[in-house]
């Protein structure tokens, strides 16, 4: 088990990366950030060293909801990401709920993203041959019915990344215009794509927070998972069981249970 004070809760970090279609900018804070997040062709995402990431992933430019995504990008960060989790992750006025899940996901695919390539250096074969978070242990499948074998813990985030990217840029499962059909297992298939983020998270945590520590970017880690449990919590895109690994770290940061986040949300 993970003691209450294993891992120090903090803030958002200083710096904002945009990523632009083939660069990164850091330094970016502040009205900055704000400013390039308005620019529809900017997607600015707290990070870790840019030089790390795979390339990120965006809604197609010319699709109504990637004007959407950026009128609501603009939105969060004009909100106190810092400390208003409730508020960042409730959907806007006029914005289905399915089609703030679809947004989110993108951001969310960036974030962790973002989050594996800050370890992969120090996540090798011989320190991780396997992928686990505490004592638990995960094999990897292509899908929920498929073999499951044993993987190191690199291959399992990346096996992660490249089959959510698959699956979160696949038109039938998830439209890119406003106003379309989503399928009927929408959301139970995005519940699988959750729960194998939180396992990167979960692994991250247990086998890494102190280099990131070391890095200075445990603040952004921080930030990110505990956004990330607001966020899985009131879609109920994760079953509480899952979580157990970091348990005590949720009940530490005092999240609140989902009908709580359904009344803050209604109340912005």
Same mark, same amino acid.
């Given at each position: 088990?993970?003691?209450?004070?294993?891992?120090? *809760?903090?803030?958002?970090?200083?710096?904002?990366?945009?990523?632009?279609?083939? @660069?990164?900018? !850091?330094?970016?804070?502040?009205?900055?950030?704000?400013?390039?997040?308005?620019?529809?062709?900017?997607?600015? =995402?707290?990070?870790?060293?840019?030089?790390?990431?795979?390339?990120?992933?965006?809604?197609?430019?010319?699709?109504?909801?990637?004007?959407?995504?950026?009128?609501?990008?603009?939105?969060?960060?004009?909100?106190?990401?810092?400390?208003?989790?409730?508020?960042?992750?409730?959907?806007?006025?006029?914005? !289905?709920? &399915?089609?703030?899940?679809?947004?989110?996901?993108?951001?969310?695919?960036?974030?962790?993203?973002? @989050?594996?390539? +800050? =370890?992969?250096?120090?996540?090798?074969?011989?320190?991780?041959?396997?992928?686990?978070?505490?004592?638990?242990? &995960?094999?990897?499948?292509?899908?929920?019915?498929?073999?499951?074998?044993?993987?190191?813990?690199?291959?399992?985030?990346?096996?992660?990344?490249?089959?959510?990217?698959?699956? @979160?840029?696949?038109?039938?499962?998830?439209?890119?215009?406003?106003?379309?059909? &989503?399928?009927?297992?929408?959301?139970?298939?995005?519940?699988?794509?959750?729960?194998?983020?939180?396992?990167?998270?979960?692994?991250?945590?247990? +086998?890494?927070?102190?280099?990131?520590?070391?890095?200075?970017?445990?603040?952004?880690?921080?930030?990110?998972?505990?956004?990330?449990?607001?966020?899985?919590?009131?879609?109920?895109?994760?079953?509480?069981?899952?979580?157990? *690994?970091?348990?005590?770290?949720?009940?530490?940061?005092?999240?609140?249970?989902?009908?709580?986040?359904?009344?803050?949300?209604?109340?912005?």
């Amino acid at each position: 088990m993970i003691g209450r004070d294993a891992f120090r *809760p903090q803030l958002w970090p200083p710096a904002v990366y945009c990523v632009v279609p083939d @660069i990164m900018i !850091s330094g970016a804070s502040g009205n900055h950030a704000a400013s390039a997040a308005a620019d529809s062709s900017v997607l600015c =995402v707290p990070g870790a060293n840019p030089s790390a990431l795979l390339p990120p992933i965006s809604l197609p430019t010319a699709s109504n909801l990637y004007a959407v995504h950026c009128e609501t990008r603009t939105r969060t960060l004009a909100l106190d990401g810092a400390t208003d989790h409730a508020a960042t992750v409730s959907p806007p006025p006029n914005v !289905s709920e &399915y089609d703030w899940l679809a947004i989110s996901t993108y951001d969310m695919w960036n974030e962790m993203n973002i @989050i594996v390539g +800050s =370890v992969q250096e120090y996540c090798t074969k011989l320190l991780c041959p396997t992928m686990t978070a505490g004592d638990f242990e &995960y094999a990897w499948a292509d899908d929920e019915a498929g073999e499951l074998k044993k993987v190191s813990a690199l291959e399992y985030m990346s096996n992660v990344l490249d089959w959510s990217e698959r699956k @979160i840029t696949d038109r039938r499962f998830m439209p890119n215009e406003h106003g379309q059909a &989503y399928p009927a297992n929408f959301k139970a298939e995005l519940a699988v794509i959750y729960k194998r983020f939180f396992r990167l998270y979960g692994h991250i945590y247990y +086998s890494h927070f102190k280099q990131l520590e070391d890095a200075g970017v445990e603040r952004h880690l921080n930030h990110s998972f505990k956004h990330f449990v607001y966020f899985v919590r009131r879609f109920e895109l994760v079953e509480e069981s899952e979580l157990a *690994p970091l348990q005590s770290l949720i009940d530490a940061w005092k999240i609140p249970p989902r009908e709580a986040l359904l009344r803050m949300g209604s109340q912005l």
